[in-house]
């Protein structure tokens, strides 16, 4: 029985597909844990049916603090409801919200009765400190970075805390979770890792530049990095890393350095990249590039966004569409580097032919390398503070104004909000978002997981590739039919997921 429960809500249909390690509750839990206080971490996601008996039964030790890590859109909506729940049966437990959404919009989340304290930023020295006050039954909150509070009916917010955890790979408590619990599209095998934090860009859509202050970027040196991976190795018989930095190769030395420390241990292993960017692909040398075959990176996801000059201007991508061309030209070369790229639209300014060229880039990529693959066409999300959420506002768009609207706020229907839209392009918009996901190997090719649900969407993208070719050939969005056949599918997995089915062991 916990001094701390954390909990871990569900993040929807995509629980699915990618269900990674609560690394947030698990940085944020390491000095606690250290200091000497009892820590429980139920993750939703592995208990889906049963989440409401679990938390109960936790309850009766009356824990301090039930801590939530919550990420914007359809998290909120379970974390509202497990905070309702844990309000009802223990309200003398503080409910304490940290992650993404609640470092970005203090104000509007704290701003609610079930909520009574918030964690903005790296959440361990806050949540130690909070826990030793309440230990200690005082209130003398004002002393903790990062804290925001109420006090005599006021949101108090405490000084801004670093916006990264400092915590050495040997104190991140990995007992706390099932590790065995979690997947990359079936993959168990897989460890989930973040060597960085942070990003030295600006990109006005990213969330990034909000949460590390002064575009900060901070890293683990490449021995702590390796020495991390052979952790891993040894202890959880990993046979895949996935990187999940912002940012990975702004020092291209040290990165340089990882994969050779990593090709002198002779591992038997691959790696997954997350946030690469163009330019530093298009300064990748041939020896980095065979470097990183050699050591079996598989997959790299680069941030492509948009096929328009005038629309990556302005998200300050700093990056052009002949840049994008010449790097996936350059990475058929290397046909053991798969990549994936990410793509958006729905930007306020962008007009129906940004769209198109941004579809015809699609096309193109998958044509030229026919081992690439392109992420979902992602819907543009107005992010309180960023750059285009000023312009988003400029052109009518109304924010959301509660936590329940923001958990509507998804991605398949996130155009329905934006005034800038036509209907016109918002139904191309949905439209070219299904064909994306088809128009490419990937779910074949990727999606591990052994379930009948999965057998159907595989026998689908078979049957209806033709079609999305075509529509992304002649940008036809007319009938979008299985726009919503797929909102549909994505509803019921939601509904009738019970994901206990992957928890067997490695
Ligand atoms: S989109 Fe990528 S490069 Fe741009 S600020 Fe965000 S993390 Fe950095």
């Given at each position: 029985?916990?001094?701390?429960l ?7 249909y ?31 996601r592995?208990?889906?049916?049963n ?18 890590s ?40 704290l ?29 003398a ?68 530049p ?98 328009s000059?005038r ?34 639209t ?5 007009v ?74 918002r ?20 999606i ?48 009738m ?10």
């Amino acid at each position: 029985m916990a001094d701390i429960l954390l909990i871990f809500p569900r993040v929807g249909y995509g629980d699915l597909f990618i269900k990674d390690p609560p690394l947030a509750l698990l940085y944020a839990s390491s000095i606690a844990v250290k200091d000497g206080f009892t820590v429980k971490i139920v993750d939703q996601r592995n208990c889906y049916k049963n989440w409401k008996q679990i938390i109960e039964d936790e309850l009766k030790a009356k824990p301090m603090i039930a801590g939530l890590s919550v990420m914007t859109g359809r998290p909120i909506h379970y974390a509202i409801e497990i905070s309702k729940f844990i309000k009802q049966l223990a309200p003398k437990t503080a409910i304490v919200w940290g992650g993404h959404h609640p470092t970005i919009l203090p104000e509007n989340t704290l701003d609610n009765p079930f909520i009574d304290f918030l964690i903005r930023g790296a959440g361990s020295i806050p949540l130690a400190a909070l826990a030793e006050t309440l230990r200690n039954s005082n209130d003398a909150f004002d002393d903790i970075p990062g804290l925001s509070y109420k006090k005599n009916q006021k949101l108090i917010h405490n000084q801004d805390i670093i916006s990264y955890e400092k915590v050495p790979f040997q104190e991140i408590p990995y007992h706390l979770v099932d590790m065995n619990s979690y997947h990359r599209l079936g993959n168990k095998n897989i460890f989930v890792i973040m060597t960085s934090f942070g990003c030295p860009h600006d990109c006005s859509f990213c969330y990034a530049p909000l949460i590390y202050r002064n575009r900060r970027w901070a890293a683990d040196s490449p021995q702590r990095t390796v020495d991390h991976m052979q952790m891993a190795i040894n202890r959880f018989k990993v046979d895949s890393f996935s990187i999940i930095d912002d940012n990975f190769f702004v020092d291209m030395k040290r990165a340089k350095d990882i994969f050779e420390m990593i090709k002198e241990k002779r591992w038997k292993v691959s790696f997954q990249l997350r946030g690469v960017r163009i330019d530093d692909l298009d300064r990748m040398n041939d020896e980095m590039l065979l470097l990183m075959e050699d050591v079996n990176v598989r997959h790299i996801m680069i941030g492509a966004e948009s096929a328009s000059d005038r629309i990556l201007k302005l998200m300050n991508k700093k990056i052009t569409i002949n840049q994008i061309i010449r790097v996936s030209r350059k990475l058929v070369k290397y046909p053991k580097i798969v990549p994936m790229y990410n793509l958006l639209t729905g930007i306020p300014g962008e007009v129906l032919s940004d769209m198109k060229k941004t579809v015809d880039l699609m096309r193109q990529l998958v044509k030229e390398n026919p081992c690439c693959e392109i992420s979902m066409l992602e819907h543009f999300l107005p992010l309180p503070g960023t750059k285009l959420f000023t312009i988003a506002k400029e052109k009518g768009f109304s924010e959301p104004q509660t936590l329940e609207t923001w958990s509507k706020f998804e991605s398949e229907t996130r155009a329905d909000h934006y005034p800038w839209l036509t209907n016109k392009q918002r139904r191309y918009i949905r439209i070219m978002q299904v064909a994306s996901l088809f128009i490419d190997n990937k779910i074949k090719r990727e999606i591990k997981i052994k379930r009948f649900e999965i057998g159907m969407l595989v026998l689908f993208s078979y049957l209806y590739r033709f079609i999305a070719r075509f529509r992304v050939k002649f940008h036809i969005s007319v009938l979008p039919a299985e726009y919503y056949m797929l909102r549909c599918f994505n509803r019921l997995i939601e509904k009738m997921t019970n994901l206990d089915f992957i928890h067997k062991k490695r």
